[in-house]
């Protein structure tokens, strides 16, 4: 295996980015000119999936703060650690700001470590660093540490040409109809094997995981995968911590599309 510096094109756009492979049919990508330089698994065809990274808002001030809105990529930095047979390591620092590229509480940033292994999975060590520098954003009140975004030629295309909300949305939707398995999208597992199932489309209206499901609150891990068609299924493994979850599941939750 072996991470390297290289040009990385994708959906009509080019731009310097780092590549991990492993002798699988996927491989991990950092390119600069997506969402400031985020991780991508390219699971082939050209179907990518992102697990995306840290966000910040406020009540004073409701707008995302995060690597997305960096789209020239000020703040976004891409190193490559370690390149071995044993190991891959990159390291991903980036600042969380808004679309006119100010900073949440004026020097909010994250880093993140990936430790890519042969067999084509990654350890991912996430780390916040909350700003001081100044009030600007307000005081935070939710800090989010992840959610799968697929991503696939035209889509850039359809967005830029402000093409109307309803017709991206069909058009997304036939496209993950072609991509996912739909009877068996998403689950939601532990390692004993206690599992939540989503189907596609996600009902409407929809509510919070743990609203809908208050067993999950009792899972010893969350095992996150998205199923695709004729790809290897993107997975995540979040281990339940009480750092990263201290609360009881919120019966109150509702989400709308």
Not at 23 to 48: E, H, P, V, Y
Not at 185 to 191: A, K, N, P, R, S
């Amino acid at each position: 295996m072996r991470a390297y510096k290289d040009t990385i094109s994708f959906d009509g756009l080019s731009g310097p980015g780092v590549i991990v492979e492993f002798d699988k049919s996927w491989r991990l990508l950092f390119w600069t000119k997506r969402w400031g330089g985020a991780s991508q698994w390219d699971m082939g065809d050209d179907i990518w999936i992102t697990n995306e990274w840290f966000e910040v808002n406020s009540i004073e001030d409701t707008r995302w703060f995060e690597p997305m809105m960096d789209v020239e990529a000020r703040y976004s930095r891409i190193e490559i650690l370690e390149s071995g047979d044993a190991r891959a390591k990159v390291h991903w620092h980036y600042a969380l700001c808004n679309p006119e590229y100010e900073i949440f509480n004026g020097n909010t940033t994250a880093d993140e470590y990936y430790t890519v292994y042969p067999d084509g999975i990654a350890v991912r060590r996430m780390v916040g660093w909350p700003g001081n520098q100044s009030d600007y954003g307000g005081n935070p009140n939710f800090w989010e540490l992840g959610e799968p975004i697929m991503s696939y030629p035209g889509q850039r295309k359809s967005f830029d040409a402000g093409a109307p909300l309803e017709v991206r949305l069909k058009e997304i939707e036939k496209k993950a109809n072609e991509i996912l398995e739909t009877e068996r999208w998403f689950t939601i597992q532990d390692i004993d094997g206690r599992e939540i199932v989503y189907s596609w489309p996600m009902p409407s209206p929809r509510r919070a995981v743990c609203s809908e499901h208050p067993k999950i609150a009792d899972f010893n891990a969350y095992i996150l995968v998205e199923r695709l068609k004729e790809r290897p299924d993107h997975f995540v493994v979040v281990p339940h911590n009480r750092s990263l979850y201290p609360y009881k599941p919120d019966q109150t939750l509702n989400y709308s599309n």
